[in-house]
């Protein structure tokens, strides 16, 4: 049972062009959502978070967009860079799973082309 | 400041052979959290630690897996017995509850057992 989906695996974008990368997830008790960014052989980073209060949270380039009635996030990134190509995941926290014990996604790989 | 380091960051393993994953968190980080990524997957929660209260071990796959934190600081995921299946990273991370939601990952440990 897969609380926290992220339903593309791969993503492919030009350089100064937006990512739009999207996350479902099934548990309406989740209240805390968060992005991480992850590059090969590194642990994950901590992007940019939102809370159940509100539709929507930016953060420089990066802005993320919560609609609670779908159940669907998603991350934009404008404008994209090279840097920016790793694996971003999503995760939930909140309702029975607990404040502090969050779910994640199984990512999802970008690649920014130059 | 230091980040959370985990060691070691490679290990191969014989199959049936015990295995020791260390995390020390970030100084003054209250909760660590243990996830295993395998292959093509994503972040699976293992055991989560908050200060003296008792650890939440749902995630933990099977009996042969354990892990303690001594101190409230270094923590080691123990592996007994180890099997074929139990080849991915073991990521740590730890977080500071009442500074925000955000956990700060180690660079993992590849486990690979043969």
């Known amino acids: 049972d897969q609380q926290v989906k992220q339903n593309s695996p791969s993503l492919s974008v030009q350089e100064g062009r937006i990512s739009i990368l999207n996350c479902d997830y099934t548990n309406s008790m989740f209240d805390y959502f968060l992005w991480y960014k992850k590059y090969p052989a590194e642990g994950p980073t901590f992007l940019i978070s939102i809370s159940s209060i509100k539709d929507k949270n930016e953060d420089g380039r990066f802005t993320v967009f919560l609609n609670k009635s779908a159940k669907h996030l998603s991350l934009h990134i404008v404008p994209s860079q090279p840097g920016d190509s790793a694996v971003y995941f999503c995760a939930a926290s909140g309702g029975t799973s607990g404040t502090y014990k969050y779910i994640f996604g199984t990512g999802t790989r970008l690649k920014v082309l130059a | 400041g230091a980040g959370v380091s985990q060691s070691p960051s490679n290990k191969v393993t014989e199959k049936g052979k015990d295995v020791e994953l260390r995390c020390d968190p970030i100084s003054g980080h209250t909760a660590l959290y243990w996830y295993r990524q395998s292959l093509g997957q994503g972040l699976e929660f293992l055991i989560y630690?908050?200060?003296?209260?008792?650890?939440?071990k749902s995630g933990l796959p099977s009996d042969r897996f354990s892990a303690e934190r001594t101190g409230g600081s270094v923590s080691t995921l123990t592996i007994q017995r180890t099997q074929q299946e139990d080849s991915a990273v073991y990521l740590c991370?730890?977080?500071?509850?009442?500074?925000?939601?955000?956990?700060?990952f180690g660079p993992g440990t590849r486990l690979t057992v043969t």
């Open positions: 991370a730890s977080s500071n509850p009442s500074q925000g939601y955000e956990q700060y």
């Open positions: 630690f908050q200060g003296n209260s008792a650890p939440d």
